[in-house]
């Protein structure tokens, strides 16, 4: 017994393609694919170049109630105005006092404050700062 092959598909049965849908389907990927890195390029440029950046440079644990900081803010203008917020953490890293704040361009980049808390803490971190039309604390 011999295996055959299926007779080819005839083009009365299916008909011919059509020259013209190639290419408009070649026309939309295209059309599409450069859609899409027009959008990566914008999202990755807004991303890279916050209108406010923010790390934090030293904290000092001053006694039970006290802890002070030293934050670094980096505006893109001087005329933003940013939120910014620091955090005080106890040895078991609950949050023993929070602080937020609104630096100054005009006093410069570096901005030392200080945070109460309800027990010693044993850290500070940098939750980041917040400026209008940012998504996300940095």
Request: hydrophobic share 40%.
């Amino acid at each position: 017994m011999t295996a055959q092959t299926p007779p080819a598909p005839s083009v009365d049965r299916y008909g011919a393609p059509r020259p013209g849908r190639r290419r408009a389907v070649i026309a939309v990927s295209v059309v599409v694919a450069l859609a899409f890195l027009a959008w990566l390029a914008w999202t990755t440029w807004e991303h890279a170049n916050p209108s406010v950046d923010s790390e934090l440079v030293s904290f000092d644990i001053v006694d039970e109630h006290t802890a002070t900081a030293v934050l670094q803010v980096e505006f893109s203008d001087d005329d933003i105005e940013a939120s910014c917020m620091l955090r005080a953490l106890a040895e078991d890293h609950s949050s023993v006092g929070d602080l937020s704040f609104t630096p100054d361009p005009d006093e410069g980049d570096r901005f030392e404050v200080t945070i109460r808390t309800e027990r010693r803490a044993t850290s500070v971190e940098s939750v980041g700062c917040l400026a209008e039309g940012q998504s996300r604390r940095r």
